[in-house]
T-cell receptor
């Protein structure tokens, strides 16, 4: 099976712009979660989608949003970018059986200048 | 909410020695505890996990133990090799019914294995 695919791998944006990141989960997985990774804060949960519904949301401002499509692919959007949004954004997909774990993609490195 | 503490932040061992990384969690509702290995430039890789109804799990050179009463769990790597060098993260979650819940991560342990 192909792994979790995130696009693009690298992105440079200017303050105030918005950005959309994409995640294609492992075939058959219906759960997609998003995480932000920074040197200072570590790995932080953003939100989780399951069968097109947001199941959980982390403690991030409303500028961070996401959605999931019927084929389980997911996108996250960040509006009005700030310098502090520079981070590695990771997507993880999960099987219906939680005992099989969550699997991460390689991430999208976002730099805000 | 859940909080996960991870120690040590850095760990240096000689090749062939064992390495132990410890984590504590705060929310007794957490029922799923995975461990991830992250190499430079890559996403975290799931290496082993344990559910709250199990006390220990082994996979070749890697083992995880869970003490629900004390709310702590540990990763044990035996016969370490240079390729084990990476950052290791523990996490806790209360996943349910097809959902992963949300993973709350420790701050990570940078493991260096010296040849």
């Amino acid at each position: 099976k192909a792994g979790v695919t995130q696009t693009p791998r690298y992105l440079i944006k200017t303050r105030g712009q918005q950005v959309t990141l994409s995640c294609s989960p492992i075939s058959g997985h219906r759960s997609v979660s998003w995480y932000q990774q920074t040197p200072g804060q570590g790995l932080q949960f953003l939100f989780e989608y399951f069968s097109e519904t947001q199941r959980n949301k982390g403690n991030f401002p409303g500028r961070f949003s996401g959605r999931q499509f019927s084929n389980s692919r997911s996108e996250m959007n960040v509006s009005t970018l700030e310098l502090g949004d520079s981070a590695l954004y990771l997507c993880a997909s999960g099987d219906r059986d939680i005992n099989k774990g969550a699997f991460f993609g390689q991430g999208t490195r976002l730099t805000v200048v | 909410g859940e909080n996960v503490e991870q120690h040590p932040s850095t760990l240096s061992v000689q090749e062939g020695d064992s390495a132990v990384i410890k984590c504590t969690y705060s929310d007794s509702a957490s029922n799923y505890f995975p461990w991830y290995k992250q190499e430079l430039g890559k996403g975290p890789q799931l290496i082993i996990d344990i559910r709250s109804n199990v006390g220990e799990k082994k996979d070749q050179r890697i083992a995880v133990t869970l003490n629900k009463t004390a709310k702590h769990f540990s990763l044990h790597i035996t016969e370490t090799q240079p390729e084990d060098s990476a950052v290791y993260f523990c996490a806790a979650s209360w996943g349910y019914g097809g959902s992963q819940g949300n993973l709350i991560f420790g701050k990570g342990t940078k493991l260096s294995v010296k040849p």
